[in-house]
């Protein structure tokens, strides 16, 4: 398995550590474009809860992120990480002016932009391509799932192949994709998961993010939680799915993320999630156990 961290050393000869940031977009799924609910898992703070207020200026968000990170961080150069909403939902122009300054910074060594498939226009890719002339640029799309009845209920909106035309366009331009896929679903079982990361692989998507569904305060997904509607996994059967997937990656294929930590005052369920590091440990250690581990 390849780790993040492992990806970072061969390729820039050091660790480096992502600052969340704030674009201040929005999305098609909460403008009224798709819709105005967002997905049904997604926080007011279209899972940007890390990151700073939009409120600041950029040069003020990524000092408050360094910050953040400074007693766990001791290095030079980072990951701009524009985490909130859809990152690439606004004129180009708008992007061209929020990005060019970020990635042209001496401690900036990757650009990295979480936004959805459908919100990359020829005039966005344009500009990413661009931008991956002058630093690497990392394109974080959110797919979740593969299956239309899932998607249909998580309020995704958008069909499979626009993701897969996306990826197939990001790769030919030499970009590197990150594909988030939630494990937990509502209605979904291990088979259908797993289906979803083969999917991801056959797709050549350059790295994956393998997410465990949260469900937090506030949310749509929350109202059916309370309702019984479904359950969420243990750590055990999320430990032992996630080490199914991993069994599933080629070696290049970068692992981003093994799980995800919800904002503590927001998460309903499942509330072990809370305690990141046992459940990091306690997966890095089913990894290493496996055969071929």
Not at 30 to 45: M, Q, V
Request: charged residues 25%; glycine residues 8%.
């Amino acid at each position: 398995m390849k780790t993040l961290n492992d990806y970072c050393k061969e390729r820039f000869g050091e660790k480096l550590y992502k600052l969340s940031l704030n674009g201040g977009m929005t999305c098609p799924n909460r403008d009224g474009t798709l819709g105005s609910r967002g997905c049904i898992f997604c926080s007011a703070g279209g899972s940007g809860d890390f990151a700073p207020s939009a409120a600041l200026s950029m040069e003020q968000q990524i000092e408050e992120a360094k910050n953040r990170v400074s007693r766990k961080f001791k290095g030079k150069r980072y990951i701009a990480y524009f985490q909130a909403y859809t990152n690439t939902y606004a004129p180009v122009t708008y992007l061209k002016e929020l990005f060019l300054p970020v990635i042209r910074r001496e401690d900036i060594a990757v650009l990295s932009i979480a936004t959805r498939p459908d919100c990359l226009g020829d005039a966005v890719l344009s500009l990413l391509d661009e931008l991956n002339h002058i630093k690497p640029v990392w394109v974080e799309l959110g797919l979740q799932t593969i299956h239309p009845q899932t998607a249909a209920y998580i309020r995704r909106g958008y069909p499979l192949e626009v993701y897969d035309q996306a990826v197939e366009r990001l790769n030919a331009m030499g970009l590197h994709t990150i594909t988030h896929v939630i494990l937990g679903l509502p209605g979904e079982d291990s088979a259908q998961m797993l289906d979803t990361v083969r999917h991801v692989v056959s797709v050549k998507s350059g790295g994956i993010k393998l997410q465990l569904l949260h469900v937090l305060e506030g949310t749509d997904l929350a109202d059916d939680y309370r309702a019984g509607r479904f359950s969420v996994m243990t750590l055990e059967e999320y430990t032992s799915l996630v080490v199914d997937c991993v069994s599933l990656l080629p070696e290049e294929m970068v692992v981003h993320r093994l799980t995800g930590d919800g904002p503590k005052r927001l998460l309903l369920a499942p509330l072990w999630s809370g305690d990141k590091k046992r459940v990091i440990n306690t997966v890095n250690q089913a990894i290493l156990s496996r055969p071929n581990g």
